[in-house]
């Protein structure tokens, strides 16, 4: 019976735990399921500007891994305010360690992105609003964001997809300076449309 009630305190208090950190940050550490998780790292450039690669609310770890697997010679950095998503990421890096990756838990929103070179985010969309004036202010020319499901709002993406999941959902990729041109501009656009025509030149 002791037991019983110690399992269920536990839970409780882990809800209760989870909830509260909800309500600071604005957004639940959900995860990013693999479909879209795929088409986000077909959609990024082999090739990244200088700079570090960041996971702004990087929940329970799944897309940071993925990152450092993807781009094994940029230190990536997954930056999580709740404590148990937190501890979770930091357990699955003590069974499966990644030189280039890290966890810190903080506040994404007081990180210093100047040294950024790609960052990557998953939150909510009012959390989308405060954030955009900070990437803007603080990232290089020539660095990018990516986002899924929701969007930067005022910014125009240099590339976008759709994830092939059940609700379709889509996935932005942008450069800095956002300038908001009519026609998307920069290196990443130059890039895609340069692979586009190559592609076709193979297809000829």
Request: a neutral charge; proline letters at 9%.
């Amino acid at each position: 019976m002791t037991i019983n009630i110690l399992v269920l305190a536990t839970g409780l208090s882990v809800i209760a735990l989870m909830f509260a950190f909800t309500l600071i940050s604005g957004s639940p550490p959900t995860p990013t399921s693999p479909r879209v998780r795929r088409a986000f790292l077909a959609l990024l450039p082999r090739r990244l500007p200088v700079g570090d690669v960041y996971e702004l609310g990087a929940g329970w770890g799944g897309n940071a891994i993925a990152l450092a697997a993807a781009f094994p010679d940029r230190a990536v950095k997954g930056i999580e305010l709740s404590p148990l998503p937190w501890l979770v990421t930091r357990l699955r890096l003590l069974f499966r360690p990644r030189k280039n990756l890290e966890f810190k838990r903080g506040n994404f929103m007081v990180q210093n992105l100047s040294d950024a070179a790609l960052v990557v985010c998953y939150v909510g969309g009012a959390q989308m609003v405060q954030l955009q004036p900070k990437l803007a202010a603080e990232m290089a020319p020539g660095a990018l964001v990516l986002t899924h499901t929701f969007a930067l709002p005022n910014w125009r993406p240099v590339d976008t997809v759709q994830a092939d999941d059940i609700y379709r959902s889509p996935v932005y990729l942008y450069e800095v300076p956002i300038n908001e041109p009519d026609q998307p501009s920069g290196a990443v656009a130059s890039a895609n449309q340069d692979a586009a025509a190559g592609g076709s030149e193979a297809d000829s």
